[in-house]
């Protein structure tokens, strides 16, 4: 029944920023566990942040730690990755989900509500 809507990607240089922004229909945030994940032509999903419910705690791939942030507003049902210092290697499809089993939280398997993914392409 829940909803889940990605905006924010697009085209940018190297060094360059981009916020993503993730908005849900019918799905209580406040209830659990939020990630955001990416996709390359070629490769697995991959998780690259996730945030608990209470919004207090998070954790990063090591490919992105120091230059990305999560964070949410479970009043407006919106999760955020802010991501900086974009690189080449940062191209993908970026995706949100919801629906946390309870598992590792980088396996996409244990998200069960998946948006349609906003597309990030960086140049150098």
């Known amino acids: 029944q829940g909803r889940l809507e990605e905006s924010g990607g697009g085209s940018v240089q190297a060094g360059g920023s981009l916020r993503l922004s993730c908005a849900a229909s019918?799905?209580?945030?406040?209830?659990?566990?939020l990630a955001w994940f990416r996709q390359a032509p070629g490769k697995e999903r991959e998780g690259v942040a996730t945030?608990?419910?209470?919004?207090?705690?998070?954790y990063y791939a090591d490919s992105v730690k120091g230059r990305f942030t999560i964070s949410r507003d479970n009043a407006k049902n919106t999760v955020y990755l802010q991501m900086n210092s974009l690189k080449p290697e940062d191209t993908a499809m970026y995706y949100c989900?919801?629906?946390?089993?309870?598992?590792?939280?980088?396996?996409?398997?244990?998200?069960?509500?998946w948006g349609q993914g906003t597309q990030v392409t960086v140049s150098s």
């Open positions: 989900a919801a629906g946390w089993t309870g598992g590792n939280w980088y396996r996409a398997e244990q998200f069960l509500i």
């Open positions: 019918q799905i209580s945030f406040s209830m659990g566990r």
């Open positions: 945030i608990n419910s209470g919004g207090d705690i998070t």
